[in-house]
């Protein structure tokens, strides 16, 4: 059954050839166009788990910290499960650190007999899923403790990146649902002339006892198969685009990112155009195929 | 059997086509509507396979009250009736052989049901040699008898038949009327709608004669 709507459907699209060249021509656009908003929506998400990956806390004292405060911190610190590791830096070794990575300006730096830096605690933190909250909670604790100044971490950069990424995940449903409608409507058009023109034969197999079904089928098909290769389509050119931009901008992307990769969509995210190709085919069509078949209802 | 009580319809609610219609023919029966153009033959056969509506009254057909059959089940209705068009209705981008075995094809048949069942039926109309025709290369007789071995392919029990003779030769309309009776013979129901007087004269069997929707003659 499936095979003889398939070969029906193929026969359809053939004697409608410049219709469906049309039709798939505008999915591949389409869910190109949705394509690229994916990549660019998986490549910053893969930055955003790097970066949340480095980050770390400093905790920086205050220089009149009592002894007693501070075994109190050293005493909190390795309690917390998630810290890795912890190192104490004194003011004066943040000083020479600090000359050292601006020894162009050796001199003017040199001049200043003061040390303005402050001692600090750099605390590294294990891997976890939720380790950006993790790290957010003891910081939080940290930073009213006693003879702390203050805390520095990436928070507010991480914060607004995730924010930036749940709209952008918003953004993309709102796309791909305003695609997919506009694709459907497309569809429902083209698959509405191929039924136009075998009007005859369906009114024919009506007469002679075909069930709904059975003429519903072969435009089904159709619909999907134009929404399949659409889908298809677009994901091959996606594909070249990838590997051009990665031929092209590969090298300066790693020097910002310190060794990073461009991503393409995973194989799920693939297969998910596909079904929304399929889909989107299917519905296109049934609402043309049932909008005409129900137009002879006599009841 | 085919039973209708009372039948009124109109077109377009204006141009009455069957007026308080009643009759009833029995399971086997072979029975000819006659009248003239216009009188509503196509309209009567038509009401039997539910194209056309009717405004009051009840068709029975084969026991089911089909102004009840929904819309969706009515293939249900329709695979017990065979069909010769006044129009012929043969798909013209499809050879003979294709045209009949389309009725079968659209049921469901395997290919071999198929096949076996499409040769047999154009052995009886008489043109298994113009199988592989296109509808367009052969004449109107032939037309004729491509659209009768598709409307018999799946030995349906009741045989419709509207103005099968149309535009043939006396000799030629004797032809098919005896490839109707051949298959009422098989114990097919057949309905035949024909304006031809000879021919319903020359016959045997019982006539319905309509004249402006009603029955004027039975
Ligand atoms: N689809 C339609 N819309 C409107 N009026 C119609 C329609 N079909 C038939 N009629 C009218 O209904 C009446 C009966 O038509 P019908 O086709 O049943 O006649 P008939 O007896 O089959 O005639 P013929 O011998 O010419 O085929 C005619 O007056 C015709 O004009
Ligand atoms: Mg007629």
Known sequence: MISTHLKTAIQNLKSNKQVGIVTITTFAIAFSIFGLFLVIFVNLNS????????????????????????????????????????????????????????????????????????????????????????????????????????????????????????FLRVFLLAVGGLLSLGLIFILANTIKLSVVSRQAEIELMLLIGATHRFIKGPFLVEGMLQGFLGAVISLILLKGIHIYMKFQFLESIQSILRGGEILFISPLHSLMLISIGLFVGWIGSYISINQFLFAGDLS | ??????IFKTYNGKIPALNDISLLIKEGAFVFITGPSGAGKSTLLKLLYRWENFDSGQVLVNGMNIA?????????????????????????????????????????????????????????????????????????????????????????KILLADEPTGNLDPDMAMEIVRLFQSANERGMTVVFATHNHDLVAKSKYPFIMLNRGSIVRS
């Open chain 2, 68 to 156: 009840k059959i929904k819309y969706t089940k009515l293939h249900l209705l329709r695979r017990n009736i065979g069909v010769v068009f006044q129009d012929y209705k043969l798909l013209p981008n499809r050879t003979v052989f294709e045209n009949v075995a389309f009725a079968k094809e659209v049921v469901g048949a395997s290919t071999k049901t198929i096949r076996f069942k499409t040769l047999d039926s154009l052995k009886k109309v008489g043109l298994l040699d113009k199988r592989d025709s296109y509808p367009l290369q052969l004449s109107g007789g032939e037309q004729q008898r491509v659209a009768i071995a598709r409307a018999i392919v799946n030995s349906p």
């Open chain 1, 47 to 166: 930055i955003l788990a790097t970066w949340s990956k480095q980050v770390q806390i400093v905790v920086y004292l205050k220089d009149d910290i009592s002894l007693e405060e501070r075994q109190a911190l050293e005493d909190l610190i390795p309690k917390n499960p998630d810290v890795e590791s912890a190192t104490f830096v004194p003011k004066e070794l943040a000083w020479k650190n600090f000359k050292n990575d601006f020894s162009a300006n050796a001199d003017i730096l040199n001049s200043l007999d003061i040390n303005p830096l402050p001692a600090s605690y750099n605390l590294q933190f294990k891997q976890s899923a939720d380790r950006v909250e993790r790290i957010r909670e003891f910081a939080e604790t940290l930073s009213r403790k006693p003879g702390v100044e203050s805390l520095e971490y990436g928070e507010k950069w991480i914060s607004r990146f995730e924010q930036f990424m749940v």
């Open chain 2, 1 to 6: 059997m085919i039973q209708l009580y009372n």
